[in-house]
């Protein structure tokens, strides 16, 4: 028995298959998944292969603590915004041997949303190693208030869609 449905199991399948072809070990800074895109990612024989670590940094105390995430970030951009999400990316790969990370940070509620920032807004970020840092590949979803946990799962798949490498996910 497991947590995820089908499609997230053949995607975290396809993220371990695709990045060990490619030679690519994967490391995730979490936020308001709390492990999840690392839960489903090793839901798959050999995903060792491939998953190097994952940080779960849920409080802005351990964003900076574990990922060097900067207050001045954090009080700028708030938690959930493309410069935290970049900043937890580039602070993954500081601290791993990985390859590739991504960073997720968002609301899930039911509470914590703003006008600005509702419930369902979640940010995604992908550093790859020896990259140019000016080229900043983030984006910020708004899942709307689809309940705490179809939040999550939502931000999961598109987690998963960022750890396929480039020319796998221009081919999905």
């Given amino acids: 028995m497991t947590l995820f449905d089908d ?10 298959e695709l990045n060990v072809a490619a030679g690519r070990k994967v490391v995730l800074a979490e936020s308001c998944t709390g492990g999840l895109v690392c839960g489903a990612i090793t839901e798959i024989p050999g ?6 670590r994952g940080f779960v940094t ?11 995430v900067h207050g001045d970030v954090l009080e700028t951009f708030g938690a959930v915004s493309i ?8 602070g993954a790969l500081a601290h791993s041997d990985a390859d590739v990370a991504v960073a997720i ?10 006008e ?3 419930v369902g807004t979640v940010v995604f970020a992908r550093a790859i190693r020896d990259a140019d840092p000016e080229d900043v590949v983030a984006d910020m979803k708004q899942f709307g208030d689809i309940g705490r946990t179809g939040i999550r799962l939502q931000a999961v798949r598109c987690a998963l869609e960022l750890l396929l ?8």
């Fill in 47 to 52: 995903s060792s292969a491939v998953l190097e």
């Fill in 165 to 172: 490498p480039e020319d796998a996910s221009a081919a999905a």
């Fill in 116 to 118: 600005s920032k509702p």
């Fill in 58 to 68: 849920y409080s802005n105390e351990a964003k900076t603590a574990q990922l060097d």
């Fill in 105 to 114: 940070t968002g609301i899930a509620g039911p509470d914590g949303g703003s």
């Fill in 7 to 16: 499609e997230i199991i053949a995607l975290a399948r396809r993220v371990v």
């Fill in 83 to 90: 410069a935290t999400a970049w900043a937890m990316a580039q």
